[in-house]
């Protein structure tokens, strides 16, 4: 994938932006859990209140508080909270606070966040150890006995044995202070390993108990903490909803974009291709590369851009929370981890290769299908549609049996999965339960931590399909990395040469040998002549002597391997393809249209060509008649590869567009093959007229005599050497090939005749 990295450039602004709304969205997640965890610890447990620090306390029970404070504590409530005595209170004070009615009441004064905490530590201590003392006192049943905590419990029975009706706390009062200090320090051993947070909700449980006293409405505290939660958990909520829509539409963006770009640079290079680079790639595998392939790089672009990112994050911070947090179950989400890991592994193990061998069975399918269809006509004729279609169905057949197997394992794999995470959460539930009944853990901690386990082994989980996705992603950008770096062997001069303006459509062979690509031998061998301007140089020989690839060399299709050919006197190295090919009027063997009318067929080489050119060009190519009997005339429909017109209209049409564009060489490959014997009799004639005119040199291939042995000048080949050049009259005196196939075609008397 790293190869083709430069095409992510001109969007590295939205590859940013996504970072940072992935980051956004992993945040919004990993707050949740803490939003969830709040509400139901503080919001349900605590009844909204989150620690003992006392909005407001009455003056008696300040003076409990205050045996278990020492005379800093004591300060640090004197001085944030002062005191509203009941005569004092107004009607507003005593309807928020109705103990002032008969009481002195404190109330917290408005502090900052570091006084608050300052404060909660002076009463923390203080408070448990009156909870633990009132709760004592208050002759608690034995169903509330086994709710309390261990520290309670002793306390409990220590204090119990005073007689009835006697005041603990008077007691206290007058105990030797080293004796409650002793005291004091036994209970607050204890509650400090209870945590933190197990202090504080402890002490919120303590507060509650006390707003209660002084008549303060808890149930609207209550559902002020919830409602305030609750509704920030919304909004996180919709912040990670709205980040990742965005990152769902910055990421869709982004890969097609990428791979709009990638499509245009293939197919670019492949419109650039020589003959040469086309032998290397067959024309299957370009469109698969041009198609399949960047399609599957663009679909894993997108889940990299979403989760190759957000994994990461998401894991490294879930873990960190879970670390941070009180549970002491880190350990259960390494069993997880590994336990998942090893199940993916195995799994991958078997189907991976299989998906290699899916992609082969596809391709295969593909071709089996193509000469299928390709070859219907001859199935047809050879009655051999039977084997066709057992070699179809043997393919069908395989690819399914191993896509078969391939979603039955991915079936198995995930209900595996989702079996291991939910076990996972009942071994979190027994061990937190656990460590809740100990008084180290809170619920709303334990449901956090599942959680976030869930966000941890989610990740992992994603990384482990990326880590699937992205090598077989990688092999379809290194099919297409292949076409883009592939050097093209034809390609312009940098400092282009001009043609002699002196002259025009002289070609020249020097010495020309050559090779194809990968072949063995030479199929043309030192050839030398030389094609005049204005005349007409005939090729012709027996099936396999070289005459195609004489003339596909002018053109530049393929590059000579020795010597060099000439035109108007420069080496066609030496000059733009465009300059050269702007000389030349191709008419191939096999006639080729593009889908349009015959109209933008015509004008392919020339768009501005006139009707009356048309119609000329379309008279000597002997077209016309075919295309007056057309409803729509020039303006006929003509479907991709000319498939709705016979192959010889094909082949007329292909010569009329050469000759619309009336070039200085034409170069007919074998074209007038196609044609019955009259119809080329009368072609030859008005293709000789128009040469005559615009003085254009012609090189023509040809199988049949009759079509070349008025030429200027015939080129014989054998075996890709020249065995004759002359005219017909003088090879039939000097050259035994030309007499073999002259004869071979036509009688001695028509011959002679000529
Ligand atoms: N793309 C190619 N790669 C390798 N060898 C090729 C390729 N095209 C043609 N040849 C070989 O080069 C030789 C000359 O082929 P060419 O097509 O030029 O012959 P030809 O005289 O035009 O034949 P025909 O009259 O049958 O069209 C043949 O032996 C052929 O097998």
Redesign the pocket.
């Known amino acids: 994938m790293l190869k083709l990295r430069k095409y992510l450039k001109p969007f590295i602004a939205s590859i940013l932006a996504i970072i940072v709304l992935l980051f956004a969205q992993a945040m919004c997640e990993l707050a949740m859990p803490d939003y969830m965890s709040n509400i139901v610890n503080v919001g349900i447990t605590s009844g909204g209140i989150e620690d003992g620090v006392l909005e407001a306390v009455r003056e008696s029970e300040y003076d409990k508080l205050k045996i278990f404070m020492d005379e800093k504590q004591q300060k640090v409530f004197t001085d944030n909270y002062e005191l509203q005595t009941s005569s004092n209170a107004d009607k507003g004070m005593k309807e928020k606070y109705p103990a002032l009615e008969k009481e002195n009441v404190y109330l917290l004064k408005d502090v900052d966040k570091d006084t608050r905490e300052k404060v909660k530590l002076a009463l923390s201590e203080a408070e448990t150890c009156v909870m633990v003392l009132e709760q004592t006192q208050a002759n608690l049943s034995s169903e509330d006995i086994a709710n309390l905590t261990q520290e309670q419990k002793d306390m409990m029975y220590m204090l119990k044995k005073l007689p009835q009706g006697v005041d603990v706390f008077n007691v206290l009062k007058m105990m030797p202070k080293e004796q409650l200090a002793d005291m004091q320090k036994e209970i607050t051993k204890k509650s400090s390993l209870m945590g933190q947070d197990m202090m504080d909700s402890s002490n919120a449980l303590y507060a509650k108990a006390e707003y209660k006293k002084v008549g303060m409405d808890t149930d609207a505290i209550q559902y002020r903490y919830l409602f305030t939660n609750g509704g920030l958990m919304l909004l996180v909520a919709l912040g990670s909803a709205v980040a990742a829509i965005c990152v769902g539409f910055l990421a869709s963006k982004v890969a097609a974009g990428f791979s709009r770009n990638l499509r245009k640079d293939v197919f670019q290079k492949v419109e650039n291709f020589s ?1 040469v680079e086309f ?1 290397k790639f067959s024309t299957n595998t370009l469109i698969t590369r041009t198609t399949n392939d960047v399609q599957q790089v663009q679909m894993v672009m997108v889940m990299i851009l979403r989760m190759v990112i957000y994994a990461p994050i998401i894991g490294i911070g879930a873990l960190l929370k879970v670390i941070n947090s009180n549970a002491d179950m880190t350990w259960i989400i390494g069993l997880v981890v590994a336990v998942i890991i090893g199940i993916m592994a195995t799994a991958f193990a078997f189907v991976l290769p299989k998906f290699r061998i899916q992609q082969k069975l596809m391709d295969k399918l593909n071709s089996v299908v193509r000469e299928l269809l390709d070859g219907m006509p001859v199935i047809r004729a050879f009655n051999n549609q039977k084997i066709e279609s057992q070699k179809f169905h043997k393919s069908n057949h395989d690819i399914m049996k191993t896509q078969l197997f391939v979603s039955r394992s991915m079936g198995f794999l995930l209900p595996i999965i989702m079996f291991v995470m939910n076990m996972s959460s009942i071994l979190i539930v027994w061990v937190g339960s656990h460590q809740i009944n100990d008084g180290v853990l809170m619920v709303g901690d334990m449901m956090a931590f599942i959680q976030y386990a869930m966000q941890i082994i989610m990740a992992f989980m994603m990384v482990t399909m990326m880590s699937i996705m992205i090598p077989r992603a990688s092999v379809a950008a290194g099919r297409i990395k292949e076409v883009l770096d592939t050097e093209i062997s034809i390609c312009d001069p940098e400092k282009a040469e001009n043609f002699d303006a002196d002259k025009r459509g002289e070609i020249e062979f020097k010495n020309v040998s050559f090779r ?4 063995e031998e030479d ?2 061998h030192n050839l030398n002549f030389t094609a005049e301007a204005g005349k007409t140089t005939a ?1 012709i ?10 003339v ?1 060399l002018v053109p530049r299709f393929f590059d000579v391997t020795k010597g060099e050919i000439l035109v108007d006197g420069v080496n066609i190295k030496h000059v733009s393809q465009k300059a050269l090919r702007d000389k030349i009027g191709y008419v191939p ?1 096999k006639g080729f249209l593009f889908s349009g009318t015959i109209a933008t067929n015509l004008r392919y080489a020339k768009e501005d060509a006139s009707e009356e050119d048309l119609k000329a060009a379309s008279e000597i190519a002997q077209a016309m008649e075919f295309i007056d009997n057309k409803p729509e005339g020039f303006d006929t429909e003509i479907a991709q590869g000319g498939t709705n017109v016979s192959g010889g209209q094909r082949q007329r049409l292909s010569i009329a567009r050469a000759l619309v564009k009336k070039p200085e060489i034409f170069i007919f ?2 074209t007038f093959s196609a044609l019955d014997f009259k119809t080329d009799a009368k072609l030859r004639k008005a293709l000789n007229a128009l040469c005559e005119e615009t003085r254009s040199t012609v090189l023509m ?1 040809a ?1 049949r005599i009759s079509s070349i042995m008025h030429a200027d000048r015939i080129v014989v ?1 054998d075996k ?1 050497a020249i065995v004759g050049i002359g005219t017909h009259k003088e090879l039939m005196e000097t050259c035994d090939v030309y007499k073999e196939i002259a004869y071979s075609q036509l009688s001695k008397e028509e011959l002679e005749n000529e």
């Open positions: 003959n032998n194809y690509p990968g072949a199929v043309l090729f020989g027996s099936t396999g002597s070289g005459k195609s690839t004489i596909n063997q490959d074998d291939v199988q080949l890709g």
